[in-house]
């Protein structure tokens, strides 16, 4: 059944007090800045999070903050601000802030410094560096969520790549689209076969031979889980199972026996604009050079397609008759950002017909629906807070499956 506009509303919007924007700020922490742009007494960089404008930096001591991006004074942007001494430093009059938001001095004030400080009113905001990543918790109180233990998160660096880019559509299309197993035959026909080096042992090209998975699902305390099944001839069955990590995140799993998993999230910069973020993890050993891993830009990577709409955003229609799937070669992601943006800004999900394989996009859509009627009627989200979430032992798994094996005996271990 198609969605109503409301209920559209309800799930996609996250500016100007939403409530899906509140829930999310409440209850979650937001993947906020690739932890290695940031330099100690460095440049600042814009943020904008949830419809908010933030500045996100890195202290002398190598502490990292997260500030409103004007300054509590008049207003001016604190990404121009100097940073030194363990202070963000106001160009226009000198006001100095801390890692933790405090107002630590204002010298254009002639009276007594430490009161006039102690008496600015000021948001706060929580910052943490894990997994290559700097977080930010935007609610109000100081109870910070629990912090999503994603497999990656505590990898040594050589084990993990992160990159990201921001997309000019809504997350959660592109959410929606990390829970999509049939596309993935179709659109990434040929960035499979290429990433495959036209050698057979990418288990990824199997979904070019099947495009429609049969699906089945579980309920997990932090979202779900699914497997898409294939049949691929002699009884054999390649089964996929990835996670869907409240509120945006995808764990996708390896396309070979030992290759790196991805951790694909959405975060919501405003209603219009998301930053695609993916992460490349092997617990087992050192990812070596990747595409990913060997990106130059963790802050304008993949790259979007390379048009605007009068001239189909730049689809090389010469390489489709050359046999290319897409005509966007650049990237995978690439292919993605392409369907996202021509979806338009915020999808119209009340037009949409849907088939067989959308059952686990709807599961996303209903987990999010579901926690923001949790949230708007004074409760804490059912998947937010339990006391059997544990983000750690989360492993997505690709395998194939002998007759009558049952996807679920594949446990959670490393990829097969
Ligand atoms: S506007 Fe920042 S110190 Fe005046
Ligand atoms: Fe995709």
């Not at 997505?396 to 499956?401: E, I, R, S, T, Y």
Request: glycine share 10%; net charge neutral.
């Amino acid at each position: 059944m198609a969605m109503s506009s409301a209920d559209n509303d309800l799930l996609t919007r996250v500016e100007n007090g939403a409530a899906m924007g509140e829930m999310i700020r409440q209850h979650y922490w937001l993947p906020a800045i690739p932890a290695a742009l940031l330099e100690a007494d460095g440049r600042p960089y814009r943020v904008r999070l949830l419809g908010t404008d933030l500045v996100a930096w890195r202290a002398s001591d190598g502490a990292v903050g997260i500030l409103d991006e004007r300054c509590p004074h008049r207003g001016a942007s604190l990404a121009l601000a100097r940073n030194q001494d363990n202070g963000l430093r106001c160009l226009y009059h000198g006001w100095k802030r801390n890692v933790r938001g405090d107002v630590v001095e204002a010298p254009n004030h002639g009276g007594d410094q430490a009161t006039f400080c102690a008496h600015l009113r000021l948001n706060r905001y929580h910052a943490v560096e894990r997994g290559g990543i700097v977080w930010a918790w935007l609610g109000r109180g100081d109870n910070p969520p629990r912090f999503p233990e994603l497999p990656f998160v505590d990898l040594p660096a050589e084990r993990r790549s992160v990159t990201s880019v921001e997309v000019p559509t809504n997350w959660v299309q592109a959410v929606e689209a990390s829970m999509d197993s049939s596309h993935v035959g179709v659109l990434h026909e040929s960035t499979s076969q290429i990433a495959a080096g036209g050698g057979g042992g990418n288990q990824r090209l199997l979904m070019n031979q099947a495009l429609a998975p049969k699906l089945e699902f579980e309920d997990r305390p932090y979202g779900y889980r699914y497997a898409a099944l294939r049949a691929i001839g002699d009884g054999q069955v390649y089964a996929r199972v990835n996670h869907f990590v409240m509120p945006w995140y995808g764990l996708i799993c390896a396309p070979t026996a030992d290759g790196p998993s991805t951790a694909f999230f959405s975060t919501p910069v405003d209603d219009s604009r998301h930053r695609a973020w993916f992460v490349h993890f092997n617990p087992g050993r050192p990812l070596g050079m990747t595409v990913m891993s060997a990106s130059p830009d963790l802050w304008n990577f993949p790259p979007l397609p390379p048009g605007r709409a009068e001239d189909n955003w730049g689809q090389n229609r010469d390489l489709m008759r050359r046999g290319h799937a897409t005509g966007f070669p650049q990237h995978l992601g690439t292919e993605d950002f392409a369907m996202f943006i021509s979806q338009g800004v915020i999808a119209d999900r009340s037009t949409e017909q849907l088939c067989s394989a959308d059952g686990a996009v709807l599961r996303v859509r209903q987990a999010l629906l579901r926690s923001v009627r949790e949230f708007v009627a004074g409760n804490v989200p059912t998947l937010a807070d339990n006391p059997a979430l544990d983000y750690r032992n989360i492993r997505p798994v690709g395998a194939l499956l002998a007759p009558g094996e049952d996807w679920r005996n594949l446990g959670g271990g490393t990829p097969a």
